[in-house]
């Protein structure tokens, strides 16, 4: 890993179209506007080659999974090593038969795969039947810290993001920036408002772990509205908030897409603010790692107890 | 416990004055508008009895100190009962000779005392020495559920509420709402506008706590600028920001203070609340407690890796 004060993100927002072909040339092409703007790590939306399939079930959407290394990862390989980027590249991944993952590729600047981090926390949910399609990532590969050529990162998926365990434990493992490939967006059968709610909760819920941790944040979403394809009512069908956004390491936006659905985002992220951020408000100092155990539980309180 | 719908909350928000006859006093009127206001559970701010000792270090700021029952919670007890209010009254509490704690006591609304929190997350930082005066709280003890008349509730103090390990467990435990007696504020010597991304910080945070765990979190801090006492230039102090508020299960506003040094909260809270908003975004649900052990780690990262 080569030593520099700073490092320089890169996200790639867009809608998806049916045909993957159009998603992989719009994510190549936002790639290499990334890389123009001086990007070093560029990281693509979760699922970002198709549509969001897990609006339904639908045993013929397996057919889009693919190994790693594969045709999807091989062609980021080839954009990596051309342009000497580090990629995040979210895969639906066909680990097995019958084993599939929500996973993404860890690409290194040389083209290296360097990695693979599998969704750990999967939802189930109107529209999100993610449970139906992957399986979870293993507990013995939970939550690594990739070390590429211009920072030290982790990936976390979507759902992960709800989940403050999850960012401390990639934090502990040395992690200077939080990646969340996701896709996130209001049932159009919710109120607008609510659907500003809800994008309200999944931004500070992100920020917090930046705050939390001293660590940076990078979150890209998919935007854009995609009905369910089959039996669909008008109101069966997501759009997807894009609202894409860098947080520092005390959660102030760096940059944030501002309602376009196609946007390329870059940012310099700078060591010394990791630094600053937490001398200034020393979190991980205080840490009471003799107290913490319970937090291994399901739930503490006896059923007795609940109303 | 007294099965209803709903629980009412009151906050006392207030400047503090050096003698604490006047504290106690303002805070008791506090106490009673929030009860002629419908509040059934009353929260005071941390160390609400005195000025901020903890801007310096002094030696005589232990005689504030007192034991727990003593004459604050006795006479706090009293208007508990008076009022059938469960009451959170924070204390320096003098627990043994040279064994301090900074703990809030919970009194339940037949005046009864219920137990003791001690805060477990200590800081030590310009003008604010924590570490000086208090022992952190013993794990046995950590992160306790008090089942009041009105509501199942936890109390966390101040700099606990960095840290999403402690609200965590207090919701595991079968907390409905996470009390934040809080003295917080930007030091003088630091611009307003640092001030403000600080107080962003600290609601993030809290906020973050609510949509997590599914609830509610009220946090009640100090206002007004108190100095250090003794060689104080103008810019040793602290401006406390004030700015308590109640967030509900999914991180909204449900009632914040806007600016006033003096202020009482008073919000309704619903059960159907957090049964609503756990059932949209079943967060708990999804936890991965076969993979959070790390959570348990000091640090993960060898040295080596470091730079």
Redesign the interface.
Known sequence: MS?SDNFVVGLVQNPCAVDPCNNISLAEKGVREAANRGAQIVCLQELFASRYFCIGHSSEAFALAEEIPGPLTQRFQSLAAELSLVLIVPVFEKAAPGVYFNSAAIIDADGALLGVYRK????E?PCFHEKYYFT?GD?GQ??P?F?TAYA?LSVLIC?DQ?????A??AA???AEILFYPTAIGRLLSESPEVGG?QR??WT??Q??HA??NGVYVASVNRSGVELRERDAKDDEGIEFFGASFIADP???FAAAAQGEESKVLVTVCK?SEIETTRQ?????R????????????????NVK???
């Open positions: 030593e750990m926390h999967i939802p949910d979870p507990p939970s939550f810290v070390k030290r759902w709800w989940y403050p365990e999850a401390r434990i502990l493992g040395g709610e309200d909760a500070i819920m920020r917090s705050i939390a005390f959660g102030r060591r200034t408000w020393p979190f991980l205080d840490r009471r790692i003799d107290a913490y155990k319970d937090v291994l539980s399901r739930f503490l309180a107890n609940m109303r």
